[in-house]
C-alpha cells in the first residue's frame, strides 16, 4: 500500500530531551515536508526536501533539523525541545516538487507530540 | 500579503442538511487550490482540487466546490450531509513553483447533530 509512515504517533518528553520523529514512504517520492499543526493557525511548514540533500526551510523553521540521506526517509529532529513545540505533526510527500493535477501530497497520520 | 481565510471556525448541521463551507484566497497570481478533510485522529485526506478547466469540480464522498476567480474563492458543497462527514475541514492553495508548499486555511470544524 502507497503510504507515508510516521513515529512515533503519539510522544510526551520532556524540555532539552533530544527527539526525532522519523518519516518515510514508500512511492518512490522526491518531494517531502513537514508541517506542524496548532489550533486557530491550520498547518504551517516547517521544512522541505526537493530531493536526497537537498532540503530547504519552510515558514516556522526554527528550533528543527531534518536530514535526507535516503530518498525514502525524511526525519525531523527536534534538538531541544521546548514547551512551545507540543504540536501535532505531519510529514507529506509528493511525486515531484511541482503541483500538476497528477502530482498531490500525500500526509502521514500525523505525530502529537507534547513537551513538558 | 498571501493568505488563505475560512471564516468560519466551527458549523453545526443537521444531517441530511446541506452544507457550504467557505473558503476564501489572497495571493497574486491564479493558484492550485484544494480542499482536505481530517477526521478525528487522522492524517489529512484530499476531498478535491482544483488546476484549471471547469470550475466546479467533483471530489470524494459527494462533496464538490468551486472556484470563482471574480471573488477569490473556492466554497465547498455537500447537497446532503451525512454523520460520518463530521471532521475539520481545510482549504489549501499551492502554485506551480514554489517548492509545492501548500498554504493552508485555519480550518472549520463540522458537527452533525441527528
Known amino acids: 500500500e502507497a503510504q507515508v509512515t510516521q513515529n512515533p504517533r503519539y510522544l510526551i518528553t520532556v524540555t532539552g530531551k533530544k527527539l526525532t520523529v522519523t518519516c518515510s514512504q514508500n512511492m518512490n517520492h522526491e518531494y517531502m515536508s513537514w508541517y506542524r499543526q496548532d489550533p486557530g493557525l491550520g498547518l504551517r511548514q516547517i521544512y522541505y526536501?526537493?530531493?536526497?540533500?537537498?532540503?530547504d526551510k519552510g515558514d516556522v523553521p526554527e528550533g528543527y533539523k531534518v536530514s535526507r540521506k535516503e530518498k525514502r526517509n525524511f526525519p525531523l529532529i527536534l534538538e531541544s525541545p521546548s514547551p512551545n513545540q507540543t504540536s501535532l505533526y505531519f510529514c507529506?510527500?509528493?511525486?515531484?516538487?511541482?503541483?500538476?493535477?497528477?502530482?498531490?501530497?500525500?500526509f502521514g497520520a500525523g505525530s502529537r507530540l507534547t513537551v513538558l | 500579503a498571501q493568505s488563505v481565510t475560512q471564516p468560519d471556525i466551527h458549523i453545526t448541521v443537521s444531517e441530511g442538511a446541506s452544507l457550504e463551507l467557505r473558503c476564501n484566497y489572497s495571493?497574486?497570481?491564479?493558484?492550485?487550490l484544494f480542499w482536505y478533510v481530517q477526521s478525528p485522529g487522522q492524517g489529512l485526506q484530499l476531498l478535491l482540487k482544483?488546476?484549471?478547466?471547469?470550475?466546479l469540480v467533483q471530489g470524494i464522498k459527494g462533496f464538490e466546490a468551486e472556484f470563482k476567480r471574480s471573488q477569490s474563492s473556492f466554497n465547498l458543497r455537500k447537497p446532503s450531509v451525512h454523520w460520518s462527514d463530521a471532521a475539520e475541514y481545510f482549504c489549501?492553495?499551492?502554485?506551480?513553483?514554489?517548492?509545492?508548499?501548500?498554504?493552508f486555511g485555519t480550518g472549520t470544524r463540522l458537527t452533525v447533530i441527528p
Open positions: 495571493y497574486g497570481a491564479t493558484p492550485y
Open positions: 482544483y488546476f484549471s478547466g471547469d470550475t
Open positions: 507529506a510527500s509528493s511525486l515531484t516538487i511541482y503541483h500538476s493535477g497528477a502530482n498531490v501530497l500525500t
Open positions: 526536501s526537493m530531493n536526497v540533500e537537498v532540503t
Open positions: 489549501a492553495v499551492g502554485f506551480l513553483t514554489g517548492a509545492n508548499n501548500l498554504f
